[in-house]
């Protein structure tokens, strides 16, 4: 089967990530798949390529991009879009093609776009244009019918899936000492990890003052560390979020990483993932955690509880409450035993519920059912 994925970005992000496993997946599985995006540095283009993929380009955003898309969904048996932007310009490109009948849109978030007025009668008519659409957990299903106005009998949800491989792998022997020297930090800190892109989405500022509200607690506060990994490539929210750590003079109790491709040994060297999101499509860096035996510390939006069990495999507070998310991480650092049980129990969860092989089963089970899928 020929296979061409569009998406907005090929910079580093979830959804990103997520279509780097389904390349890998399904070149492994003998498809012949290319991959297409419209923006952004491509930092991932190699990983791509890599994984796989015969062909990665880079084809813009004005009507160039929408002739290029036009031939690219000509040449394919089956057209996957990612992200608003990708499936707006495919959704066109794909009808104009003739190609409606092998088209399927991939929605990886509840984006907060849909819920304008003007943004969500438009997205009703593109985003009915694909003949399936496939919604990563049952909240972006719901919230995609309501806002996006999409007709609920053409959608189908496959839940994000990880190779837990190397998380099990840095999680057997995780490289505590290492990781805290290379942080300048002592070897009994109890680490906090955040891996995310620094958006409003994720509230960088609510972690912040949750942890300063915690490093004042006498029992654990002084031992309390905080990792952040990540960067904002289309915007001033890593130099919001410093400034921030800096007028609540954090210090070097919080390091910003930046951009690493070393997570799983830095996740799984942490005591706790933690990530005050307001909005969440699934969250693949919590099944990532999940799988290095790391407890959750989150909130309870969105897909996250479809993910995170609250007092199993993590614990979920309301967002934007900076004082109830330090309650929770501090509830966590304080039963280390308890903390050990919440992160056996995440890593079962993940390899029942969200592996690799299934998520790319599923996927191409959805591929099945296009109307034109088989070409002649």
Same mark, same amino acid.
């Given at each position: ?13 979830g ?9 890998r ?12 995006y ?8 190699q ?18 991009a ?24 495919t +959704?066109l ?39 399936l ?52 930090w ?22 912040l ?7 004042r607690?006498?029992?654990?506060g002084?031992?309390l ?63 990532? +955690? ?35 998310? +330090?309650?929770?991480?501090l ?19 993940v ?13 191409l ?10 070409r002649?």
């Amino acid at each position: 089967m020929r296979i061409q994925h569009v998406i907005t970005t090929l910079d580093v992000g979830g959804a990103e990530v997520h279509l780097l496993s389904q390349v890998r997946g399904q070149v492994a599985r003998g498809h012949a798949v290319r991959v297409a995006y419209l923006k952004g540095e491509g930092r991932l283009a190699q990983d791509f390529r890599d994984a796989g993929a015969s062909a990665v380009e880079r084809v813009g955003q004005g009507p160039s991009a929408l002739l290029t898309l036009r031939g690219l969904c000509r040449d394919a048996d089956v057209v996957h879009s990612h992200l608003l932007k990708a499936d707006a310009v495919t +959704a066109l490109a794909a009808t104009s093609a003739g190609a409606r009948g092998r088209l399927v849109s991939g929605k990886h978030n509840d984006e907060r776009a849909l819920l304008r007025p003007w943004v969500s009668r438009i997205h009703g008519v593109l985003g009915n244009l694909p003949s399936l659409t496939i919604a990563l957990s049952d909240h972006v299903r719901r919230f995609v019918e309501e806002h996006g106005r999409v007709d609920p009998g053409r959608m189908r949800r496959v839940y994000y899936g990880i190779d837990p491989s190397a998380w099990l792998a840095a999680g057997a022997a995780p490289e505590r000492a290492a990781v805290r020297a290379e942080f300048g930090w002592p070897e009994d800190a109890v680490v906090l990890t955040c891996v995310a892109r620094f958006a409003e989405q994720k509230a960088h500022e609510v972690l912040l003052r949750a942890f300063d509200a915690a490093r004042r607690d006498e029992r654990v506060g002084e031992r309390l560390r905080l990792l952040l990994v990540g960067d904002d490539p289309f915007g001033d929210g890593r130099q919001r979020a410093e400034d921030e750590a800096s007028r609540l003079e954090l210090g070097r109790r919080v390091h910003f990483a930046g951009i690493r491709r070393d997570v799983p040994r830095l996740v799984a060297a942490s005591d706790q993932f933690v990530m005050a999101s307001r909005w969440e499509g699934l969250g693949l860096v919590f099944l990532e +955690a999940m799988a290095a035996r790391v407890p959750v510390v989150s909130t309870e939006v969105s897909a996250i509880p479809e993910v995170v069990v609250h007092g199993e495999t993590g614990l979920l507070v309301p967002p934007d409450e900076p004082g109830r998310f +330090a309650a929770a991480v501090l509830e966590v650092a304080l039963d280390t035993e308890r903390a050990a049980a919440m992160g056996a129990a995440g890593e079962a969860r993940v390899l029942e519920h969200f592996g690799l092989d299934r998520m790319v089963d599923e996927t191409l089970a959805v591929y099945e059912q296009l109307p034109e899928r088989a070409r002649p």
